[in-house]
């Protein structure tokens, strides 16, 4: 079993920069596919990022390219979603999540561990 705690929430204005951070428990976690997951209000659950167990693969969601990166420290049981030029559409709740199979995934049934989520709100 592996807890995830997701950190780093807040407000940030539109054009700034924020980083989440999500720390997992458990000794596997260089063995899990990592990924973050956002929601807001009245939508559906999308896909942001997921990084593979070393970190040499990522995949990332057509409207975060470019602006989010997502990384990970495995001797820290950490995952990072660092976030520039923040836009008002940006704003959910964004979910740390695992999964203990080999390859990316961008749909949320694929994953098997989910973090509380942290709210990230952008001001325009």
């Known amino acids: 079993q592996v807890q995830i705690v997701e950190s780093g929430g807040g407000l940030v204005q539109a054009g700034g920069s924020r980083r989440l951070s999500c720390a997992a428990s458990?000794?596997?976690?260089?063995?899990?596919?990592m990924g973050w997951f956002r929601q807001a209000p009245g939508k559906e659950r999308e896909f942001v990022a997921a990084?593979?167990?070393?970190?040499?693969?990522?995949a990332y969601a057509d409207s975060v390219k470019g602006r989010f990166t997502i990384s990970r420290d495995n001797a820290k049981n950490t995952a990072y979603l660092q976030m520039n030029n923040l836009k008002p559409e940006d704003t959910a709740v964004y979910y740390c999540?695992?999964?203990?199979?080999?390859?990316?995934?961008?749909?949320?049934?694929?994953?098997?561990?989910w973090g509380q989520g942290t709210q990230i709100t952008v001001s325009s």
């Open positions: 999540v695992g999964r203990s199979r080999l390859l990316l995934s961008r749909e949320n049934y694929e994953y098997d561990y």
């Open positions: 458990g000794h596997t976690f260089s063995l899990y596919v």
């Open positions: 990084i593979n167990q070393s970190g040499g693969s990522t």
